[in-house]
């Protein structure tokens, strides 16, 4: 019997063990594995961050109908917390559209033609499971009403007039375009597809079943994480040719290697943000200045917002 009790014990600390390292692991934006129900099960997906930013290649292009995506948020995420963008380009630029999961775990569809004429779409009545994967899908539907699909089934419908926009401006997964990536998604995606079209409810439920069509021609992009390796581009699936670039926030003092020049002026990015997102790096970063000057030939060290 204590035999037994303490394989029961062994097996408890290991599984604690193992939670733990799947949601540390969720923040260094490297790739995990989820062996969680639903979509995606047992495979590998992107672990975004607010170090490092994914963004498309170009514009999508033409005006959105549809998105999907397969996602597994934090279970540590609370529900007064945002869940993250799941693929967005807002960023002080419009036209502008964010698919994201706001806080109550809500998926939200944030759409505007200026900045200042924004249409804020919250399913309230959508709850996103924390912990698992789950297919969302998003989609307009005859200029006037905006559904929302879990797991290929149709969860709420909200009236809505969305005007037509192309985003002159690329769009990042995981993340937007908002100085330091302060609304990077809590969690994984394993997939983001756009389309142009409105999907109907069959197509959704095939695609949760099935899989997406790689060659459906409404596709303005389609980019699958399930075998991403944790650095470099990720192809754009469909035809559209629209690759995902990895732009990392920091650098490794090793990849500043001053040879021919005369001079380097160090520039520090907007330290606001520096201090609010990044508390724990203001100091290393002029420190690290102070003590390389001479190697790196700094002339000038300077504050700048970038």
Same mark, same amino acid.
């Given at each position: 019997?204590? &035999?037994?009790?303490?394989?029961?014990?062994?097996?408890?600390?290991? +599984?604690?063990?193992?939670?733990?390292?799947?949601?540390?692991?969720?923040?260094? @934006?490297?790739?995990?594995? &989820?062996?969680?129900?639903?979509?995606?099960? @047992? &495979?590998? @997906?992107? /672990?975004?961050?607010?170090?490092?930013?994914?963004?498309? /290649?170009?514009?999508?292009?033409?005006? $959105?109908? *549809?998105?999907?995506?397969?996602?597994?948020?934090?279970?540590?995420?609370?529900?007064? !917390?945002?869940?993250?963008?799941?693929?967005?380009?807002?960023?002080? !630029?419009?036209?502008?559209?964010?698919?994201?999961?706001?806080?109550?775990?809500?998926?939200?569809?944030?759409?505007?033609?200026?900045? *200042?004429? =924004?249409?804020?779409?919250?399913?309230? *009545?959508?709850?996103? $499971? =924390?912990?698992?994967? %789950?297919?969302?899908?998003?989609?307009?539907?005859?200029?006037?009403?905006?559904?929302?699909?879990?797991? @290929? !089934?149709?969860? &709420?419908?909200?009236?809505? %007039?969305?005007?037509?926009?192309?985003?002159?401006?690329?769009?990042?997964?995981?993340?937007?375009?908002? *100085?330091?990536? +302060?609304?990077?998604?809590?969690?994984?995606?394993?997939?983001?597809?756009?389309?142009?079209?409105?999907?109907?409810?069959?197509?959704?439920?095939?695609?949760?079943?099935?899989?997406?069509?790689?060659?459906?021609?409404?596709?303005?992009?389609?980019?699958?994480?399930?075998? #991403? /390796?944790?650095?470099? !581009?990720?192809?754009?699936? /469909?035809?559209?040719?629209?690759?995902?670039?990895?732009?990392?926030?920091?650098?490794?003092?090793?990849?500043?290697?001053?040879?021919? #020049?005369?001079?380097? =002026?160090? =520039?520090?990015?907007?330290?606001?943000?520096?201090?609010?997102? #990044?508390?724990?790096?203001?100091?290393?970063?002029?420190?690290?200045?102070?003590?390389?000057?001479?190697?790196?030939? #700094?002339?000038? $060290?300077?504050?700048?917002?970038?």
């Amino acid at each position: 019997m204590k &035999q037994f009790m303490r394989i029961l014990i062994s097996l408890a600390i290991l +599984a604690t063990i193992a939670s733990v390292f799947v949601e540390q692991t969720a923040a260094t @934006g490297q790739t995990v594995t &989820q062996n969680a129900g639903g979509a995606g099960a @047992g &495979q590998s @997906g992107l /672990s975004p961050s607010v170090d490092i930013n994914y963004e498309t /290649s170009k514009p999508l292009g033409a005006t $959105p109908g *549809s998105f999907e995506a397969s996602v597994y948020l934090s279970q540590s995420l609370s529900a007064k !917390e945002r869940g993250g963008v799941i693929i967005g380009n807002y960023g002080g !630029e419009a036209p502008l559209i964010n698919f994201e999961i706001y806080t109550n775990y809500n998926p939200r569809l944030y759409w505007g033609a200026t900045a *200042s004429a =924004v249409t804020n779409i919250v399913f309230e *009545s959508v709850k996103v $499971p =924390v912990g698992e994967w %789950v297919q969302l899908d998003i989609v307009c539907e005859d200029n006037d009403k905006v559904s929302c699909y879990v797991n @290929g !089934e149709l969860k &709420q419908t909200k009236s809505a %007039v969305l005007p037509k926009i192309v985003c002159a401006t690329p769009h990042n997964i995981g993340g937007d375009r908002r *100085s330091g990536n +302060a609304q990077y998604f809590k969690g994984h995606i394993m997939n983001v597809a756009v389309y142009s079209r409105s999907r109907t409810a069959a197509e959704i439920s095939a695609s949760y079943k099935n899989g997406i069509d790689a060659a459906d021609s409404g596709l303005l992009g389609y980019w699958d994480f399930s075998k #991403y /390796s944790g650095s470099g !581009e990720i192809a754009d699936i /469909s035809s559209k040719g629209n690759i995902l670039k990895e732009i990392k926030k920091w650098f490794t003092a090793d990849a500043l290697k001053p040879d021919t #020049y005369d001079y380097t =002026v160090a =520039v520090v990015g907007d330290t606001q943000i520096i201090t609010e997102k #990044y508390p724990d790096k203001l100091s290393l970063i002029y420190r690290w200045i102070a003590d390389s000057a001479a190697a790196k030939k #700094y002339a000038l $060290p300077s504050v700048s917002e970038i």
